[in-house]
């Protein structure tokens, strides 16, 4: 059983952890990851310390795995933040006219979302023209940060049969995918799903509701 001092070591590791997680902007995401990368690191080091070395292998078990642990949680969180910042740099244009929406998910996930009547005519999965110019930078970002994996997403609203909203939808988070991997995004770092009108954003009773829930999404990872 752990005793007092590494309870102790591991409570002071979780203080110092959330205070770093107190990140007050949009892209102050890297003191975010550090301090939880130091909470899971102080936690497994202290455990693997104690059962080597007792209190003293807990302690130096705890301060390495912290620090460990929150290089690696900074390390991310600040590779997420740059990549970030020149999505919203480069796709500044197609933000202001609400063809793109960028957000930050769990500190380490970007998603970008589309909307399907930009990127696509009336129950058809092959891209628009017009929207390769926003696909053009999107990859050009992936191929630039290596160290991120994409999964695209693709929704429907709820007219039509479920079974075959379903398909297309797949159909056109596929489309999405292969257009990325012509500009250069290998395969083994691109993944796709189809939800079809399962998980809409807004209520589909509306044609403004409808039109939210046909969507494509963009989860841009770390690998």
């Known amino acids: 059983m752990i005793n007092r001092s590494v309870i102790l070591t591991l409570v002071v590791a979780m ?8 990140a007050n902007t949009t892209h102050d995401q890297t003191k975010k990851g550090a301090g939880i990368g130091a909470i ?20 130096r ?8 642990g929150g290089a690696l949680g900074a390390g991310v969180g600040a590779y997420m933040d740059k990549q970030q910042t020149e999505f919203e740099q480069q796709l500044a244009n197609e ?3 609400n063809q793109i929406e960028i957000e930050r998910q769990q500190n380490e996930i ?7 009547e930009v990127g696509f005519d009336f129950d058809s999965a092959t891209v628009k023209p017009s929207f390769y110019s926003s696909l053009n930078k999107i990859a ?11 999964i695209v997403v693709g929704h429907t609203d709820s007219i039509g049969n479920p ?18 991997m012509d500009q250069g995004v290998a ?37």
């Open 95 to 97: 933000q202001a006219q």
């Open 163 to 180: 079974d075959y909203n379903l398909r297309l939808s797949l159909r056109r988070a596929n489309a999405v995918a292969d257009y990325l």
């Open 15 to 22: 203080l110092v952890g959330l205070s770093g997680c107190a």
């Open 110 to 116: 970007l998603k970008l979302t589309m909307s399907s």
């Open 140 to 150: 050009d970002i992936m191929n630039r940060y290596p160290q991120t994996d994409i």
């Open 61 to 68: 078990g705890a301060l390495i795995g912290g620090a460990a």
């Open 187 to 223: 395969r083994s770092r691109l993944s796709t799903e189809g939800r079809g009108q399962l998980e809409p954003m807004a209520s589909n009773q509306t044609a403004a509701g409808r039109e939210q829930n046909r969507r494509v999404e963009i989860y841009v990872v770390p690998n």
């Open 40 to 59: 899971l690191g102080a936690a497994s080091g202290a455990i693997i310390g104690y059962q080597s070395d007792k209190e003293s292998g807990a302690l």
